[in-house]
T-cell receptor, first 115, second 112 residues
Framework: GAVVSQHPSRVICKSGTSVKIECRSL??????MFWYRQFPKKSLMLMAT?????????EQGVEKDKFLINHASLTLSTLTVTSAHPEDSSFYIC???????????FGPGTRLTVL | SQKIEQNSEALNIQEGKTATLTCNYT??????LQWYRQDPGRGPVFLLL?????KEKRKERLKVTFDTTLKQSLFHITASQPADSATYLC???????????FGSGTRLQVQP
């Protein structure tokens, strides 16, 4: 099956710093990747759609200058949380669709804690 | 607005019994529905997909039904095992948009 990795799995940072999270498709190419955010016991909330070679598409209410997305290759998308604040603490998960009806293959997630 | 509802209360069942989880949706006409399993601190893992023109799908001990009139999907795990304990998410999709819309999930706890 398709494998998606994420790095780092866990990060703790000080308020005001920027954090970069990588999402890689290991055994397939992904022209599209999705970034989600999940709060405890809550649903996955789509933040943005990352498109290889073009600008990301952000969901309503998600600040594009706050959450920078770069999809520089067919196997790598990055999410940078700029000037992180405690309210940005969350579980960030990426996914890449594959197949005719776009089954999503998820990364293992990144736990971000902003102090 | 689109809304997906899954039982927020945890479902506790005895090992060997059948677990049935419910996914209801409103203001949506999905082309397909998917079920995922999520373990604590991990990303979701795909389990089953059922299309709008399908009534039922099976895979090993798993069975999914899809009733577009009731706007409901039922997810069954037969002969449940403690290893089946996890949160199960339903997700809706359509052909015009590649992203899925997820429910909040139901936590299943199978007691030995």
């Amino acid at each position: 099956g398709a494998v998606v990795s994420q790095h780092p799995s866990r990060v703790i940072c000080k308020s005001g710093t920027s954090v970069k999270i990588e999402c890689r498709s290991l055994d397939f190419q992904a022209t599209t990747m999705f970034w989600y955010r999940q709060f405890p016991k809550k649903s996955l909330m789509l933040m943005a759609t990352s498109n290889e070679g073009s600008k990301a598409t952000y969901e309503q209410g998600v600040e594009k200058d706050k959450f920078l997305i770069n999809h520089a290759s067919l196997t790598l998308s990055t999410l940078t949380v700029t000037s992180a604040h405690p309210e940005d603490s969350s579980f960030y998960i990426c996914s890449a669709p594959q197949g005719k009806v776009d089954t999503q293959y998820f990364g293992p997630g990144t736990r971000l804690t902003v102090l | 607005s689109q809304k997906i509802e899954q039982n927020s209360e945890a479902l506790n069942i005895q090992e060997g019994k059948t677990a049935t989880l419910t996914c209801n949706y409103t203001n949506y006409s999905p082309a397909y529905l998917q079920w995922y399993r999520q373990d604590p601190g991990r990303g979701p893992v795909f389990l089953l997909l059922i299309r709008e023109n399908e009534k039922e799908k099976r895979k090993e001990r798993l069975k999914v039904t899809f009733d577009t009139t009731l706007k409901q999907s039922l997810f069954h795990i037969t002969a449940s095992q403690p290893a089946d304990s996890a949160t199960y998410l339903c997700a809706l999709g359509d052909t015009g948009r590649r992203a899925l819309t997820f429910g909040s999930g139901t936590r299943l706890q199978v007691q030995p």
